[in-house]
């Protein structure tokens, strides 16, 4: 049984900074890809992030770039997502996600096969 369980959210305030982890179990960690996705109130889940399988190719949502920076241990089956100059319109859950295939940076909701419970960021002006 696969699980995903993110931590390391909280309340900031507008240029702090944060970070996500989601340590995996359940399946051969380093076989697959990584992402973080993020939903705030009234809106669709969006994508945020990808690492594929040993962390050497990344991607990131343009609303990001340059601002956070996704990672993951394979030694600790833990991915995690470093955020910088957090803004207020940041706030959302932000859920961690795993699958497609193990050299690519997944995108889009449904190439991902298992997700976290997420973890709420809040970010006050």
């Known amino acids: 049984q696969v699980q995903l369980v993110e931590s390391g959210g909280g309340l900031v305030q507008a240029g702090d900074s944060l970070r996500l982890s989601c340590a995996a179990s359940?399946?051969?960690?380093?076989?697959?890809?990584m992402g973080w996705f993020r939903q705030a109130p009234g809106k669709e889940r969006e994508f945020v992030a990808a690492?594929?399988?040993?962390?050497?190719?990344?991607y990131y949502a343009a609303s990001v770039k340059g601002r956070f920076t996704i990672s993951r241990d394979n030694a600790k089956n833990t991915v995690y997502l470093r955020m910088n100059s957090l803004k207020p319109e940041d706030t959302a859950v932000y859920y961690c996600a795993q699958g497609g295939s193990f050299w690519t940076t997944p995108k889009t909701l449904g190439e991902y096969d298992y997700w976290g419970q997420g973890t709420q960021v809040t970010v006050s002006s």
């Open positions: 359940g399946r051969t960690f380093s076989s697959y890809a």
């Open positions: 690492v594929n399988w040993s962390g050497g190719s990344t």
